[in-house]
């Protein structure tokens, strides 16, 4: 997440504008369309590698800006359900089903609720809810709280998906909490209600995923003030400004020359005035090159500087730690060593030896969804003081989607977790997405640094492996970033810090974009 460049959910790749007929030229083919049509082609442009058998190619274009182009597992997209929102009542996706060898149980609605009618009866019977397309959250204490009114006798307790119920709870009017069971990333839930045997009537009025008990507050609010002359310059200023927005702590850039850090005395004067004010000061570093041998060596020298300020410092003028915000994914040839994983695992592994302490590592959320990216997280993980996740969204279900499967992973590996929010200026994307086929309107010509040409209708091109279009949809700005709109990024994060803090990896918030001014 360094200041020019927001994170995607997949892994990008540069995508030049050329025109159609170079492309053709530089692929040694012919199109087999006219130089007046290829005038029309949309695009052409390179993929960093040659795409693997399971991958497809995901073509992504911000509104008035230039196409991206990226690879994508396709197993990636499908290996595990999402989980189930917190906090949002789930009983308007659900439909009821009554079971019962009597048949003496109906269910209906009254407005968002559910009403269950039973008869008296011999056998059981009642009504199993599925929460389809969804899984529990996992990695933290849940309840599923339901509210109702009706009569006495119903019990309830949520399963795995076709399982038999055997720790029912009474639910009676009022609230009742359910203990959510730890289930598989592939496991749907469903809710299953049984009928007291003189029969009777349960309004359901709302059925919500809440932390199992209170949280204890032990999170901070953090933020980026990415320019060195405010902390130089105008250091009261903005340790004013971080205050009157709640910040707790700021990650801030160090100016390093060859000889070590630049305006030390500055720096030890805006760290003690920051901390007197109750706000810790840490650095940031980012460049995807960190992990090219040149690029390390500089990285490296630069965590020397870090680690020589540190041990001069007297205990107020010390930083609070370093930060890591490398994203080697946007690099040509990611996905395939030397500009992959273990690069990157290597690049973690050396900056922590080089700065004297564990680090801060930003990292983009869906990386707790690939294999690699998982075993990634396994290594490093020695290195690792706390995540800072890109969980860049702006609805809570949303969030949870993104944030839980690394919540869940540190609560394993007892690493904390900081969810970024973004609030800064970016564009609506459109996101299609390429499968390989006979004919299509995507073209990969062969080479060390395969060319790409789209094509404005579907066709083939001699020699390329062609793609067809499998699926087209708009990511619209306002889900992934607050646009300017400071106050609702906070309160989005003021009304789910206690929900996320059920995790015991949750460390809080973090802000990107702010204003400083």
Request: a positive charge.
């Amino acid at each position: 997440m360094t200041e020019s460049s927001l994170c995607s959910r997949w892994k990008r790749g540069s995508l030049p504008f050329a025109g159609a007929l170079l492309l053709a030229a530089l692929a040694g083919v012919q199109p087999i369309v006219s130089a007046a049509a290829a005038q029309s082609l949309p695009w052409s442009g390179s993929l960093p590698r040659r795409p693997d058998a399971g991958e497809d190619i995901v073509v992504t274009t911000p509104a008035g800006g230039a196409p991206r182009i990226s690879l994508r597992k396709r197993e990636s997209v499908v290996a595990a359900l999402p989980p189930l929102p917190l906090a949002s009542d789930l009983l308007a996706e659900v439909d009821p089903q009554p079971f019962g060898l009597e048949r003496r149980c109906t269910a209906g609605r009254r407005g968002g609720a559910l009403r269950f009618r039973c008869r008296a009866g011999s056998s059981m019977a009642g009504f199993v809810l599925p929460f389809a397309g969804g899984r529990l959250p996992r990695g933290a204490p849940l309840n599923l709280l339901l509210e109702a009114q009706g009569s006495p006798g119903f019990r309830a307790e949520v399963t795995a998906k076709g399982a038999d119920a055997e720790a029912l709870r009474l639910v009676g009017s009022g609230v009742t909490p359910l203990p959510l069971p730890p289930l598989g990333e592939r496991t749907e839930p469903q809710l299953v209600i049984i009928a007291p045997a003189q029969g009777g009537e349960l309004l359901l009025t709302s059925a919500r995923i809440i932390p199992a008990q209170p949280p204890p507050r032990e999170t901070q609010a953090s933020a980026w003030a990415w320019e060195p002359v405010r902390w130089r310059e105008e250091p009261e200023r903005l340790v004013a400004a971080a205050r009157q927005k709640g910040i707790e702590r700021l990650f801030v850039t160090l100016e390093i020359g060859k000889s070590g850090l630049l305006n030390a005395p500055q720096l030890r004067r805006f760290v003690r005035m920051a901390g007197s004010a109750g706000v810790k000061v840490e650095a940031v570093e980012g460049d995807p090159r960190m992990i090219l041998p040149e690029g390390l060596a500089a990285a490296t020298a630069r965590a020397r500087a870090f680690a020589a300020y540190q041990q001069r410092a007297r205990a107020e003028e010390r930083l609070a730690g370093i930060q890591y915000d490398v994203e080697p994914y946007v690099l040509a040839g990611w996905g395939r060593e030397p500009v992959g994983y273990s690069a990157w695992v290597d690049a973690v592994l050396r900056l922590r030896q080089a700065a004297g302490e564990q680090v801060d590592l930003v990292l983009p959320f869906w990386i707790g969804q690939e294999e690699e990216g998982r075993d990634f997280l396994r290594r490093v993980a020695p290195a690792v003081r706390i995540l800072t996740v890109m969980s860049y969204r702006t609805e809570l279900p949303l969030l949870t989607q993104v944030a839980e499967p690394l919540l869940a992973w540190g609560a394993a590996e007892g690493v904390k977790v900081r969810l970024a929010l973004e609030a800064g200026p970016i564009a609506d994307e459109t996101e299609q997405v390429f499968r390989p086929a006979v004919a299509g309107t995507l073209a990969v010509m062969p080479g060390a640094e395969p060319r790409v040409l789209l094509l404005s209708s579907p066709g083939s091109v001699p020699g390329a492996q062609m793609y067809a279009r499998q699926s087209e949809s708009l990511v619209p700005a306002q889900r992934l970033s607050f646009l300017g709109r400071e106050e609702a990024m906070v309160e989005l994060a003021r009304r789910s810090e206690p929900l996320f803090s059920a995790w015991p990896s949750f460390a809080g918030f973090a802000f990107h974009g702010l204003k400083w001014e």
